[in-house]
């Protein structure tokens, strides 16, 4: 099992490195089959891991194994160590088995760019870089692993260097996840300060339960976590991150990079526990995003940037169910919401594939009509987005909801948001299937659709995104908490619930979110296909994405700029640059004076110096 | 101890030095000045003999001949600039020669 971690681990690394050295001398289209290879074959070494853990007991079945020291500090020594446990495991399989879906789709996706090269190092990078992070055995391999796939999506979202929208969004991603970086480095500082470890086992039986200490940790964790996950109020990233390749939307910022946070909570939970202020301040954060993104969705036109914020909505409910300590259920959602997104994501790339890259859903209308297939297995992610049964989002969604009617009044004010967030869901999601997969094709669609070779893309982008529609339509069935939950007991041993809702609570909110669900698809089948009522003016509010962006622009952007403008005016002209030529202008004359000094007659040079010699001869004559 | 005192030494050196100097600063032919400046070197290497000799010991001759050396090679090189100026028919006047003025 050790060995199959290692490997799940170095395969993507060696992929990486393989085609960075190998450069322009093997083709392009090598580079690609490289990386799908060794991302599979991770997922192998993941699945083999996996079986080997099954066979052990419950308790028996976390493994550590250390390499060296990998970072030597005073009397503070950190391993490399990998934590294989039945949460890491889970993480491996997504991040590797969706990985390598994702990866080979790319293969028919990128055919024909110029780099596409250096879009699969990037792609292996970046599985590499996640599963450290989920593999690391201690909390600064974690951090590791936290900055590199912060590093990756910088140069995925970057990827079309060409254009300059996509170089903004990924410096805009990479600064917010820089600032979620800082905040749960000092976190790391303070639990070296007061456990003096950071291994997961020391850290959760010697940090201090409630307190400011505590609370502070915390705090800084869910930084870290609000930055990569994209939740309120450093969420603003994540809309413009679709500058990047679909594959790239799909994978990192739908599938598992912006999930690590969700990760990141239920990994130490116990901490979060000791701080349980923290906690609920996720929860509700999540709570707030949920609806937020929900309202946003309702009015963008952009199919990736609709689907983004669905993503962040989804998110909302994973971090909603960490806060509150149902974190089995949590992950569920993760693992569901891996797939019907990327699902998501990669039918509406087959889309903007087929189209020539166009991706304004007013454009796009119709071309459903032209896809059947892409057609199907996009209504199949959008109900299991909306959590109709049977689809995969009915059982983890719920769940999470059903946990919020079991915590309390403040749980009760998050059922409700989450039950709103369920009503938009089934709006927005359905607002983008009729107005892009029904009715007649635009006459932009007509034009400018072109058939891949009678079919309606790549055979790759094909089989994967029928794999991932198996997934999301049979995935959920994993767990239905009234009746059986497997994930609930293969967890309990690293991440067991707090909150447990009884079966009348899941029967509830199983009714009441499958109601609102298919009342959110009604509302939108009315607007965009009957078109009984005319649809609403979008409210500004929404279209501007509750003025985040310019909130923040005034907050920082403007202030520093003005600020630094005074400290232009008022400093650096008249003291820096003022003293300088100062310095310059004195030099100047002074050497201009002594000039006349240097006659060129060496016989006068020399009778200084007889002069000179003389005089001090005397001097020191006289001095004796 | 044979021969003269040791100031005599010193005074001839002292002489041999100004002569030397004085010919390097009214003199403005460039070959007389390499010869002021050899006398110079020589009224040091003179100082530098007697008091080996005064001290018995034997590092003063050494270090003169190492003067010695050094005085061939600035001679090599001076000559070599006078015969240079020589050959491009550079009138021999130091005076003539302040194009380095500031």
């Known amino acids: ?153 910088y140069l995925l979202i970057g990827y079309y260097q060409e254009r300059a929208s996509a170089i903004a969004a990924a410096k805009k991603a990479f600064v917010m996840n820089a600032f979620g970086d800082a905040t749960m480095a000092l976190a790391l500082f303070l639990l070296i300060k007061v456990t003096g470890r950071l291994d997961y ?31 309120l109020p450093l969420h603003t990233w994540l809309p413009d991150a679709m500058e990047g390749p679909t594959p790239v939307s799909a994978l990192i910022h739908a599938a598992t990079m912006v999930t690590a946070g969700v990760y990141l909570i239920v990994r130490t939970h116990v901490l979060f526990e000791n701080a349980y202020i ?15 993104a929900g309202l946003i969705a309702l009015v963008q036109t952009d199919i990736k940037r609709v689907i983004a914020y669905s993503t962040m909505s989804q998110i909302g409910y994973m971090f ?89 009044t403040y749980g009760a004010i998050i059922w409700v948001a989450c039950i709103v967030g369920a009503f938009l869901t089934g709006v927005y999601a359905f607002r983008l299937y009729f107005i892009v997969f029904t009715g ?11 058939a891949h070779h009678d079919k309606e893309g790549p055979l790759s982008m094909l089989w994967t995104v029928g794999t991932l529609a198996v997934l999301a339509l049979v995935g959920g069935f994993l767990q239905f908490a009234p009746v059986w939950h497997p994930l609930t007991d293969w967890l309990a041993p690293v991440a067991a619930p707090i909150t447990d809702p009884s079966n009348t609570q899941e029967w509830i909110t199983s009714g009441f979110a499958l109601a609102v669900g298919l009342a959110g ?39 520093a700029d003005a600020f630094s403008r005074m400290l232009g005016t008022v400093i650096e002209v008249p003291l820096v640059a003022g003293a300088i030529s100062a310095m310059a202008g004195l030099a100047g004359a002074s050497s201009r004076e002594l000039s006349v000094a240097q006659s060129g007659l060496v016989r006068t040079y020399a009778l200084f110096l007889a002069g000179g010699l003389a005089i001090l001869t005397l001097v020191f004559l006289a001095a004796r | 101890m044979h021969g003269p005192d040791i100031q005599w030494y010193v005074i001839l050196s002292a002489i041999l030095f100004t002569t030397g100097a004085l010919g390097v600063m009214l ?51 001076g000559l070599g600039l006078i015969v240079a100026m020589g050959r491009r028919n550079v009138e021999l006047d130091v005076d003539k020669l302040r194009t380095l003025r500031g």
């Open chain 1, 1 to 153: 099992m050790k060995i199959a971690a290692w490997i799940c681990l170095l395969l993507p690394l060696a992929s990486a490195l393989a085609i960075t050295i190998a450069g322009t001398r093997i083709p392009r289209r090598a580079a690609a089959y490289v990386s799908t290879l060794t991302t599979m074959g991770a997922f192998v070494a993941a699945v083999v891991a996996f079986f080997d853990m099954w066979s052990k007991a419950p308790h028996a079945r976390a493994a550590a194994t250390t390499s060296w020291t990998w970072l030597s500090a005073g009397q503070y020594h950190f391993g490399l160590t990998l934590l294989v446990d039945q949460l890491s495991i889970v993480m491996m399989l997504i991040v590797a088995g969706v990985g390598s879906l994702i990866i080979a789709y790319a293969v028919g996706y990128m055919d024909g760019e110029d780099e596409e090269r250096r879009f699969f190092a990037y792609m292996s990078l970046f599985v590499f870089s996640m599963l450290l992070l989920v593999e690391g055995g201690n909390l600064l391999l974690l951090l590791a692993g936290w900055g590199m796939v912060g590093l990756s999506s």
């Open chain 1, 201 to 231: 086992a020391g850290v959760f039986a010697h940090s201090p339960h409630g307190g400011t200490t505590a609370n502070l940790i915390a705090l800084g964790l869910l930084g870290g976590a609000l930055a990569k996950s994209a939740q």
């Open chain 1, 278 to 292: 923290v906690q609920d301040l996720a929860a509700g954060l999540g709570a707030a995003t949920l609806v937020m």
């Open chain 1, 320 to 408: 909603v169910g960490a806060g509150l300590g149902a974190y089995p259920n949590a992950m569920f959602h993760l693992m569901t919401h891996a797939f019907f997104k990327a699902l998501l994501f990669l039918a509406a790339g087959i889309a903007i594939h087929a189209v020539t890259g166009e991706q304004d859903i007013r454009k796009l209308a119709g071309v459903g009509k032209l896809m059947p297939f892409t057609k199907i297995v996009f209504l199949i992610g959008s109900l299991a987005l909306v959590g109709i049964f049977p689809f995969a989002g009915f059982f983890s969604k719920d769940s999470i909801i059903a946990a919020a009617l079991a915590h309390g």
């Open chain 1, 440 to 450: 007649e094709p635009s006459a932009f669609a007509r034009e400018h659709f072109h």
């Open chain 1, 521 to 559: 698809i009604g509302v939108a089948y009315v607007l965009y296909v009957a078109r009984t009522v005319p649809v609403p003016k979008a409210l500004p509010l929404f279209e501007k994405k509750f003025y985040w962006d310019e909130l923040y622009d005034v907050l920082w952007y403007r202030t």
């Open chain 2, 27 to 77: 003199r403005r032919n460039p070959l007389i000045i390499l010869l002021s400046v050899e006398i110079m070197l020589n009224s040091a290497n003179l100082l530098l003999i007697a008091f080996s000799r005064l001290h018995g010991r034997e590092d003063g001759q050494v270090f003169a001949i190492s003067v010695m050396a050094v005085a061939a090679s600035e001679v090599v090189v």
